[in-house]
């Protein structure tokens, strides 16, 4: 069961064509494909698995429910504060840190077309490079990355999988259009 759906991918994360049926179906394919290797990597293996089977289940724990709804919490120096979830709404605008790690992998895969003479870039506009989107859409995942790190790190008692989890700082990593 998917956190997203491609009803995510629109405003700064849209994705041209969207309404075919094939883009749609392309678009799935790279949700499904990296959706559940981002919860890895930003949750360990065993949480991210017990996550995984835990929302899939009928009727989920409130627990499961609180890491892709959001939640309220004490910070370690005793503030309030508000972990918004994998996937959140503010007014009716969708938004969640996977759809912006799957739109940063898809637009990476689309810059050129795929022929049988090799890779291709289209010849019938003028290409503009999209490093400026895809970095402001990665940076913005980092934020919601961290976030979730303090929301499980405050949270052990609940979430005992992440205690000794080692996380890749690659996506805990700021961009920029420069590449440094």
Known sequence: MSVIDTTYFYGPLSI????????????????????????KSLMGYGLSKAYLD?????????????????????DSNGNLTKWLGLRFTVGTSKHSLVANYVYCKYIENSITITTASGE????????VSPVHKMVKAWNEM??????????????IATYPEFENVVLDTYYFTYKNSLGI
């Open 142 to 155: 980092i934020k919601q990355n961290i976030e979730l790190y303090l929301f499980l790190s405050h949270s």
């Open 54 to 74: 835990g929302i899939s289940a009928g009727s989920p724990a409130q627990k499961w429910l609180d890491i892709r709804d959001g939640k309220e919490y004490t």
């Open 120 to 127: 291709k870039k289209t010849d019938l506009a003028v290409n």
């Open 16 to 39: 041209a064509q969207i309404s075919q049926p094939e883009i749609a179906a392309e678009l799935q394919l790279f949700i499904d494909g990296n959706e559940n290797d981002l919860l």
